[in-house]
């Protein structure tokens, strides 16, 4: 199994451009291994017992959050260490979820992944499902595409933070901010509907709710436990360990870590993207029938290390992420 470590050579005097990638290689290699391996399509279809995950995900959340709230305001700072500690991970989780349910993974009715998408995101306080729904498909079918994937940065965004540690650390801070922006790149994909005004209502709703019955202190942790859950925090660097390559030929990498346990498999992307319509509890079984095609890539057993080594390595850098040249890979032309 093959660590990235190294990012492209960078000259400070030219002009710097993102890692372009030589081709879509998710749906070859897809057909391949099933070529190889039709068993493979035997793990195909959907795991309703990820609800079961997103009310206990939930239950505990609020749970911990109405703790907060009748322990009093004055309980705030350790309502925030057990939010780095404890909740960004349950979280994050709850986002792996929604992932799921964004591709119809729980219940055979997309009325039913919905519902399971609005109620996984109510511990983020912030409504995001519904639109990362749209973002996310939008991913997978413009995979790398400057004017269809919100996970590509900005090229404002990557010279701003340029390969200064500081900077990279705020970006990370931040990082929930920057994707909101990305969103104003890539016009007409999450447009509101009403589904996602629900989003909406739900959330606000409900952190006014819990505020009210609870004080301020449980929005807080809850709204903290979002926060960190994908920003700068070793669950952060995923938004790094899955597109950010630097390398032409492999534009995914993926994470072999014990965190995979709480974060639901998330780690396992190569095999998410060549397969969508596999549920996470199935996609160590993708790798382990065919590692011939999944341990020899890119991939990571550490996401602290990751962290650490993106933010401090100054080879590393926003320009790192991997995009389809033909899409307008140039940063200075994005």
Request: hydrophobic share 50%; glycine share 8%; charged share 15%.
């Amino acid at each position: 199994m093959t660590s990235i470590t190294q990012a492209v050579e960078f000259d400070a005097d030219d002009e710097e451009t993102f890692v372009p990638a030589l081709g879509e290689t998710h749906s070859a290699r897809a057909k391949q291994i099933l070529r190889d391996h039709p068993e493979i399509r035997g793990l195909i279809g959907r795991n309703p017992w990820t609800a079961a995950v997103t009310a206990a995900y939930v239950g505990i959340q609020l749970a911990v959050a109405v703790a907060f709230g009748w322990a009093g305001a004055s309980w705030w700072w350790l309502a925030l260490i057990v939010a780095y500690g404890f909740g960004a991970f349950l979280n994050h989780g709850l986002y792996v979820v929604v992932h799921d349910a964004t591709h119809n993974l729980i219940f055979r009715s997309r009325f039913a992944n919905r519902v399971v998408l609005l109620v996984a995101d109510i511990p983020q306080v912030l409504p995001g499902a519904m639109g990362f729904r749209a973002c996310h498909l939008a991913h997978h079918s413009h995979l790398g595409e400057m004017d269809g994937d919100t996970d590509i940065p900005h090229a404002w965004e990557a010279r701003l933070i340029g390969h200064s540690t500081w900077r990279k650390a705020m970006w990370f801070l931040f990082f929930p901010v920057f994707q909101v922006l990305r969103v104003t790149r890539v016009r007409g994909v999450a447009t509101p509907d009403r589904w996602m005004i629900a989003n909406y209502v739900v959330n606000f709703g409900f952190a006014g709710l819990l505020g009210w019955f609870a004080g301020w202190t449980a929005v807080l942790y809850l709204f903290a436990s979002f926060w960190f859950a994908i920003s700068l925090h070793p669950l952060g660097a995923r938004w790094v360990q899955e597109h950010f390559t630097g390398d032409e030929v492999h534009d995914t990498a993926n994470y072999y870590g014990p965190l995979n346990g709480v974060a639901l498999n998330i780690g396992y992307h190569n095999e998410h993207h060549d397969f969508p319509s596999i549920p996470w509890n199935r996609l160590p079984e993708v790798t382990r029938i065919a590692p011939d095609y999944y341990l020899t890539l890119p991939s990571h057993r550490s996401w602290t290390k990751l962290l650490i080594g993106f933010i401090t390595d100054p080879a590393q850098s926003l320009w790192t992420r991997t995009v389809r040249p033909e899409a307008g890979g140039r940063a200075a032309g994005a």
